[in-house]
């Protein structure tokens, strides 16, 4: 039995950029760098996906007194909600600790002295017992209010290296960028497109999808940002007929207009669509896409979402403009 080759795998050369660059002194350490980077890619992929945060990609270099990280990622709708949350729960925090420290300090005492001794007692002892039940709540949270992002990868980074390696980690926001911006030309076909999406403004993946096809189609070697989401949205939505349907329909807009620097693309899905009681292989393509070619600029990935009814495969392959 013939097994499928991976596309990219087939176009690797010497002079291609690799995301990951080991300095080693033997060749038993060239082994251990590459298990490390691989568990490392690994832990950064599902702690990203916790809170909602595509990650892009991420670079790294391995010595043997430092590890430097690349993290590129793209931000979604998940993500502000869990921030705006977070925020919220650390301002309850802070006036409750600023409420604790009036209640137990003398001023306080002082001030309620004129007034009966039973009533003002009462009265203190329930504020107390309301403030620390909602304080110990709190402190059950602590991890996700008091740790940032980046003090939660490092602290797990001295527990995995024993605090023998000094860390950088360079963190970049991918849908923040100033080469991102359209031109007057560019607003005003983007503009066109909008208005002939508009039945789908309604939607929660509005936004987040337009954000990833403007860099899609902006820049090169972006095809793992729009699987990840198409993954992401699999897993969440019931109705996976209609996401695919309003895919195909904003990526004919994007592929006509003078936007788009992509040829063709093709997009499939594997599994159980829909929720139907068979697996079935579900997608389309768009323009040209010559795979058997290996000159052909093709860009592949592939990714699982996992859902009710079990898992689904995405698979998405691009041609682009050399």
């Known amino acids: 039995m013939g097994q499928k080759n991976n596309s990219n795998f087939l176009r690797l050369n010497l002079k291609n950029e690799w995301n990951s660059s080991y300095h080693e002194k ?16 690994n832990y950064l992929i ?56 009036t209640i137990n300090s003398k001023k306080f005492i002082k001030k309620k002295k004129n007034k009966k001794k039973n009533y003002t007692r009462r009265l203190f002892l329930i504020k107390k017992k309301k403030l620390n039940y909602f304080f110990k709540k709190l402190i059950i949270k602590k991890e996700l209010l008091l740790n940032h992002f980046s ?29 991102l911006r359209l031109n007057n030309k560019e607003l005003k076909n983007f503009k066109v497109i909008l208005i002939k999406l508009r039945n789908f403004l309604k939607f929660n993946f509005f936004k987040d999808i337009l954000n990833i096809l403007i860099i899609i189609v902006k820049k090169k070697k972006t095809i793992k940002l729009l699987t990840e989401y198409i ?17 195909k329909i904003a990526l004919t807009f994007f592929l006509k ?41 093709i860009s592949y990935y592939n990714s699982t979402s996992y859902t009710s009814n079990g898992t689904i495969g995405v698979k998405f392959w691009i041609f682009e403009k050399v």
């Open 26 to 41: 033997n060749i038993e350490d060239s082994s251990l760098y590459l298990f490390l980077n691989v568990s490392l890619k």
């Open 46 to 101: 599902r702690f990203f996906n916790i809170y909602g945060i595509i990650l892009f990609y991420s670079k790294t270099s391995i010595s043997n007194h430092c590890l430097k990280v690349l993290i590129s990622f793209f931000i979604t709708k998940k993500t502000i909600k869990k921030i705006l949350l977070l925020n919220k729960k650390l301002y309850l925090k802070t006036t409750i600790k600023s409420k604790l420290s």
């Open 151 to 179: 003090q939660q990868i490092l602290n797990t980074f001295k527990i995995y290296f024993c605090n023998k390696m000094n860390f950088i980690l360079i963190f970049q926001k991918f849908n923040k960028g100033y080469s």
């Open 257 to 297: 207009s003078n936007l788009s620097g992509i040829l063709g693309l093709k997009i499939l899905l594997k599994g159980r669509v829909n929720g139907f009681s068979r697996s079935s292989i579900k997608g389309f393509s768009l323009g040209k896409l010559p795979i058997s070619s290996f000159s052909s600029n």
């Open 231 to 247: 993954s992401f949205q699999i897993s969440v939505l019931k109705q996976h007929n209609f996401f695919l349907r309003f895919l």
